[in-house]
């Protein structure tokens, strides 16, 4: 008397009317999100990126926001603020962090001269009030 041992093969069937359905969900990306991507691809081109920030922010911007805090009566607080703004722009590039950080703090700190312009505006320009 033989034992014989009996494999069976196990078979999967796909019955045709359960085929999963697939529905195409709305949904919308943010533009913060869409900024952060665009920053993220341009991690190719951080060398150009880096001449943008210490020549722009350094050689332009800063001057002149500097020059309209001078002509409103060099305001310390505006003068500090505008100390920072091209702080955070340098340290980031500096500190070789990705295009993903260093673009928005630079726009940031484009933003923050811009409403150091507006404040010195809105004092207004008077040279006298530097020398007294």
């Known amino acids: ?6 494999m069976k ?9 359960m085929a999963a359905t697939y529905s195409k969900e709305n949904f919308s990306v943010s533009v ?10 341009q991690d190719e081109n951080r060398f150009m990126w880096v001449g943008i920030v210490l020549a722009g922010h350094g050689c332009i911007l800063t001057p002149l926001t500097v020059m309209a805090v001078l002509l409103a009566g060099t305001n310390i607080v505006l ?15 500096l500190a070789a962090m990705p295009t993903k950080i260093t ?7 484009i933003i ?8 010195c505006v809105a004092i207004g320009f008077d040279i006298t009030t530097t020398y007294i």
Request: proline share 4%.
């Open 32 to 41: 913060f999100t869409k900024f952060i991507n665009w920053c993220k691809e």
């Open 79 to 93: 003068f500090m603020l505008a100390i920072v703004a091209i702080g955070m722009a340098v340290v980031t590039n």
């Open 1 to 6: 008397m033989h034992n014989k041992i009996e």
């Open 9 to 17: 093969m196990a078979t999967t069937t796909l019955n045709p009317t």
């Open 103 to 109: 673009i928005p703090v630079f726009i940031l700190s």
């Open 112 to 119: 923050m001269d811009i409403a150091i312009v507006i404040a």
